[in-house]
């Protein structure tokens, strides 16, 4: 079998790319596979790095502001929308494919396009519960759309061919024990709260949680293990500003980064981050309650509604970004973990929303668009 996927930007679109193929090759180790990725994105360097053979094209959005430099870039966008459809059909004609996976990010447009016109069999996976305009405008052309939440089906075209698959869990978030986490950290019996705001921090993270976490430096209510990511090296000394002495406080773990999500995810009895959808999927398939503070950053909003299906389902609270101050953060930690029975709640509705199958079901639907089932 001969696979090509198409996704990227950033890790969001990448790693549930990674994630299809590896469990793929698990499945069929013959298999050959082919990554096209956008010049210049994250995946120039992820995917190489997982061992897998890549094309680039060059392709990029438009610029919405009214703007001489938006007017040049939207010029640019135009030329590179052609050309970069001229690219995706001279690669899949060379390598022929059997199937090609979108998994979104600008790239997977021109790709999965020319696939679909060239009579190739093309499925996408949406991960988000709002889904982005490329998969939306895609979808009424390949033969399947497969989607990490129910919810992001009312957003697209009713002719579209749905499948609900969840996104892509790693296997170590599935086989992650709460016990023995709590071992291998050193933590006690008091409660513990994870929080980060992604590899290059958040800013308005690292603020909204630097009263709760000096308060526990001081008061010792609270074991709390954080990330303030690449761009965040100053946090430490934000605590010291507010009396808290790390050195002193042996229930802190502040860190740059956290290698050991899996580890420190299963120790949590509270999560304050992001709302991605990788994130929430990890989040949900171990019933963890968390407090989600989405980015305004990013396309459609979308990690608004990634939280709202949480909220909605009474697996977690939310804080927009514009209204969270750290006095707020810690007034909902405070609620949260001082009711067991509103915790226990909260846990059990992340875990009824979780799809811990992901990898088989998308498979399965593979499989089905190729008439192998």
Same mark, same amino acid.
């Given at each position: 079998m001969r696979v090509l996927l198409a996704g990227g930007g950033t890790a969001g679109h990448i790693n549930p790319a990674l994630a299809i193929a590896g469990f793929i090759k698990q499945k069929k180790p013959d298999t050959e596979f082919l990554f096209v990725g956008n010049k210049g994105g994250m995946e120039e360097t992820l995917v190489p790095q997982a061992g897998y053979n890549m094309k680039f094209i060059v392709i990029s959005g438009f610029n919405r502001k009214l703007s001489p430099k938006g007017l040049v870039d939207n010029v640019k966008t135009v030329k590179r929308t052609i050309t970069s459809s001229i690219d995706a059909k001279k690669i899949i004609k060379e390598f022929k494919p059997d199937i090609c996976i979108g998994t979104g990010g600008y790239v997977s447009g021109p790709v999965i396009r020319a696939a679909a016109k060239l009579g190739v069999k093309t499925v996408i996976h949406e991960?988000?519960?709002?889904?982005?305009?490329?998969?939306?405008?895609?979808?009424?052309?390949?033969?399947?759309?497969?989607?990490? !939440?129910?919810d992001a089906k009312k957003h697209f075209d009713k002719k579209a061919d749905f499948a609900v698959t969840g996104n892509p869990v790693r296997s170590k978030i599935l086989t992650a024990n709460r016990e023995e986490a709590?071992?291998?950290?050193? !933590?006690?019996?008091?409660? !513990? !709260?994870?929080?980060? /705001? /992604?590899?290059?921090g958040a800013r308005k993270i690292n603020e909204g949680v630097a009263d709760l976490i000096a308060r526990s430096g001081l008061d010792g209510r609270y074991q709390h293990i954080h990330a303030y990511g690449k761009y965040g090296k100053w946090f430490p000394d934000l605590l010291k500003e507010k009396g808290c002495d790390l050195e002193k406080a042996d229930n802190l773990d502040i860190r740059e980064f956290i290698n050991d999500m899996d580890v420190c995810m299963a120790a949590a009895d509270l999560v304050i981050c992001r709302a991605g959808a990788i994130t929430l999927s990890e989040i949900q398939a171990l019933g963890k309650p968390a407090i989600l503070i989405p980015s305004p950053n990013v396309a459609e909003n979308h990690q608004y509604h990634n939280a709202m299906a949480l909220?909605?389902?009474?697996?977690?609270?939310?804080i927009e970004e514009k209204d969270l101050t750290g006095r707020l953060l810690m007034q909902k930690a405070d609620n949260m973990l001082s009711n067991p029975e509103k915790l226990a709640e909260y846990a059990k509705n992340a875990r009824k929303t979780a799809i811990t199958d992901a990898n088989e079901r998308i498979y399965s639907v593979i499989k089905g668009v190729l008439g192998l089932v």
């Open positions: 991960q988000n519960a709002y889904p982005g305009i490329t998969n939306k405008m895609l979808a009424k052309e390949v033969d399947k759309v497969m989607l990490a !939440v129910p709590r071992a291998k950290l050193g !933590v006690d019996e008091r409660p !513990v !709260v994870l929080s980060f /705001g /992604g590899s290059l909220v909605n389902a009474g697996a977690a609270d939310i």
